[in-house]
């Protein structure tokens, strides 16, 4: 009798414990209702503004409410398709009116509207979603780890905006030592609107915008530098970008690893000992 008491206890231990870790990991996970008491609407930025006071990670949940008879929530696949409104190939469409949309991955996940004059109008939603810290980045295979990995954030709490002082970047930039595999977070407001990563230093002194490498315009931009060298960003608005509004990183290659010495095994060992006993020859 003692014995199936003992049992029982054991499984109802067991039984909350399995219960207590599965309600830890859930808990984790955050439920966000897209633009709060307005739902989903065509708003001028409004979605930009909601999204930047948020941190998304993998694992939360976006709650889409709207008429359906009116409007529905297309997922495109690429920050252009977001920027100019393109929904003619869409990664999945939602139209119930009450869309739950799972993150189930890091990155960034664009949403819009497949009726083009709402999307132009605002409604439109971009999110960074990263790792949480219940969902641990898995490490990756030994020959592609990098010994830096830092990710800035640019301007630190100045962010990326136009700046009281006309060198505020330089500064902030020569204070620190980039590496290949690094990555810079663009993060700014509406009335900055953009980061262009242009070619050379005479585009750079010049704030010329006209033909840039890349363009990033979701208000949460982050660049990952992949080579070393030297990586220059500007405002697109000539007149923020006389002010200030630029960055050049000068990009270092990774340190070469120090080759790592063979690890002896217990036979090798013992011989090695074994000569320290062996009898020295006569001359």
């Known amino acids: 009798?003692?014995?199936r008491t003992t049992t029982r206890i054991s499984c109802f231990?067991?039984?909350?414990?399995?219960f207590s870790v599965l309600m830890g990991c859930c808990h984790s996970a955050n439920i966000y209702r897209v633009g709060d008491s307005e739902g989903w609407t065509a708003k001028d930025d409004a979605y930009y503004g909601w999204a930047k006071r948020k941190v998304f990670h993998v694992g939360d949940s976006l709650i889409f409410e709207y008429d359906r008879n009116l409007n529905d929530v297309t997922q495109v696949s690429v920050a252009l398709e977001y920027q100019f409104c393109v929904s003619s190939f869409p990664k999945a469409v939602y139209k119930t009116g009450h869309d739950v949309v799972t993150l189930t991955e890091p990155g960034y996940h664009y949403f819009i509207s497949s009726n083009y004059a709402r999307c132009v109008s605002g409604q439109k939603l971009a999110v960074l979603v990263v790792h949480g810290p219940s969902h641990p980045i898995p490490p990756?295979?030994?020959?592609?780890?990098?010994?830096s990995g830092m990710t800035y954030k640019v301007g630190d709490s100045q962010e990326w905006s136009v700046p009281e002082e006309t060198d505020f970047y330089d500064k902030w930039s020569e204070e620190k030592h980039f590496h290949?595999?690094?990555?810079?977070?663009?993060?700014y407001d509406d009335q900055v609107n953009d980061?262009?990563?242009i070619r050379g230093d005479k585009e750079f002194k010049s704030c010329d915008p006209s033909s840039p490498v890349a363009v990033h315009n979701t208000g949460q931009d982050l660049v990952e530098l992949t080579k070393p060298g030297i990586y220059?960003?500007?405002?697109?608005?000539?007149?923020?970008?006389?002010a200030g509004l630029k960055l050049r990183v000068v990009v270092r290659p990774l340190p070469k690893a120090a080759p790592k010495k063979k690890k002896l095994s217990p036979?090798?060992?013992l011989i090695r000992w074994l000569q320290t006993f062996r009898p020295q020859p006569h001359h």
């Open 1 to 3: 009798m003692a014995t």
């Open 13 to 18: 231990v067991l039984m909350m414990m399995s």
């Open 140 to 147: 990756p295979p030994p020959s592609t780890i990098l010994p």
């Open 180 to 187: 290949v595999g690094d990555s810079l977070l663009f993060y």
């Open 195 to 197: 980061v262009l990563e």
């Open 232 to 242: 220059y960003f500007i405002s697109s608005k000539t007149s923020h970008c006389e």
């Open 267 to 269: 036979l090798d060992r």
